[in-house]
């Protein structure tokens, strides 16, 4: 697909959301939007973007980001992990669903070797689990977004570390007199399958989010110093957050350094930081952007696929479009691929990213902005963030 076949097509979608999303639509007409102008490379910031806070269940905006008739035809919300317990609702039909998995697929294929090895430890929770953690919005059910990718990895052998404790859930329903489920990881689990596939040699990707994997292999690194020598045939995939120490109702209590946790992982089993692959992706949009260690950086460096979308960064304070390197701003996430049935073709997230280069990785080769994430936005952060927090500069 061509750069300028995403432009027509991004062209389009604008015109097509603003006129089926009464949201959208103000949104355009409160920037007094030309649809009529050719979208162009220079003018990407000038696409008139959705605030992650419209998503967010509290402010009760998320079904009237719902396109056109599409609310009908949803088989589901998806929700996103939230420590404060005010998540992102979106709503999302089978075929925007497919499109976010082939984001996925893209990346895992791209920067690690996803097709080509059959043996996965996933830190993360199997369907049967998946399909209790549900809440319930406007009558439809809203589950994780994880629900709609796993099956990406269907046909391979997958270790799901993350369990359900029966006899835990007992005691502790004993001692605290409250209903409530001890989930963790299963440590044993873990141990056998790390030892299985040393001894026969066995491919394999260990994937999820850092901080499930910090917190479980750090303490058993520290304490009982076992390493594995798994050079040749084993492979790291980060994601879904969790550097910030936070992941969902986990919270490490501080940061997990990422240039640290690389160290660590390579000293444990024996692996180089070529094993490595993280990915970026938001509830709110269906972009997932990969990425590789970098030396020259002490950090992951990712990539946006030209071919599915764009990226435009926003200074905290003005919001205007940031155009050099180097300068940190708001990420905003640009596609008009898998949002037919909401008003996901732009959306500003909470994310602060810092572009090293517009046009391509000086390390690897790949065309496209490679970006850094550096942190996340706070309601202290500047005057400027009051218009992503409150809905009155937005004039619904």
């Known amino acids: 697909m061509s750069s300028s076949k995403v432009l027509e097509d991004l062209s389009r979608v604008v015109r097509e959301t603003a006129s089926d999303c009464e949201i959208y639509k103000k949104q355009c007409v409160n920037i007094e939007y030309d649809f009529d102008a050719t979208v162009k490379e220079p003018a990407l910031g000038e ?104 099956d990406i990895w269907d046909g391979k052998n997958v270790n799901f570390l993350l369990q359900f404790f029966l006899a835990k859930t007992i005691r502790k329903m004993i001692t605290t007199r409250k209903a409530r489920a001890v989930i963790g990881i299963n440590g044993k689990l873990l141990k056998s399958e790390l030892n299985r596939i040393e001894r026969k040699g066995i491919p394999t990707i260990m994937a999820n989010s850092p901080l499930w994997m910090h917190k479980v292999l750090n303490d058993y690194y520290q304490k009982e110093n ?82 599915k979308g764009r990226i435009v960064i926003r200074d905290v304070e003005s919001l205007e479009p940031i155009k050099a390197t180097g300068e940190p701003g708001i990420l905003e996430l640009i596609t008009p691929y898998g949002v037919d049935s909401y008003a996901g073709v732009a959306v500003l997230l909470d994310d602060i990213v810092q572009v090293e280069n517009w046009e391509q990785c000086p390390e690897c080769g790949r065309v496209g902005a490679i970006f850094r994430v550096i942190g996340r936005l706070t309601p202290s952060i500047g005057k400027g963030c009051s218009s992503l927090f409150s809905l009155d500069s937005h004039k619904l």
């Not at 070529?274 to 950086?297: I, Q, V």
């Open 226 to 307: 076992r390493t594995f020598d798994l050079s040749e045939h084993f492979y790291i995939i980060t994601g879904g957050g969790g550097w910030d120490g936070t992941k969902g109702r986990v919270k490490l209590g501080y940061n997990v350094n990422k240039e640290e946790f690389i160290e660590q992982m390579c000293d444990m089993f024996h692996i180089t930081t070529d094993k490595f692959c993280d990915n970026f992706a938001a509830t709110e949009s269906p972009l997932a952007c990969g990425g590789h260690w970098s030396k020259r950086y002490n950090d992951f460096v990712l990539h946006v696929n030209h071919e």
């Open 47 to 150: 696409i008139p973007y959705v605030p992650w806070s419209f998503f967010k269940q509290s402010n009760n905006l998320f079904k009237n980001l719902i396109r056109g008739d599409s609310f009908e035809k949803l088989s589901f919300w998806m929700e996103s992990s939230s420590t404060c317990g005010d998540p992102s609702i979106v709503g999302r039909l089978d075929s925007d669903i497919e499109v976010l998995k082939e984001n996925y697929n893209t990346v895992f294929n791209s920067f690690s070797k996803k097709d080509d090895v059959n043996n996965l430890i996933l830190f993360a929770p199997g369907m049967a689990i998946i399909n209790k953690i549900r809440h319930n919005f406007h009558g439809k059910d809203a589950y994780l977004l994880y629900k709609s990718i796993v």
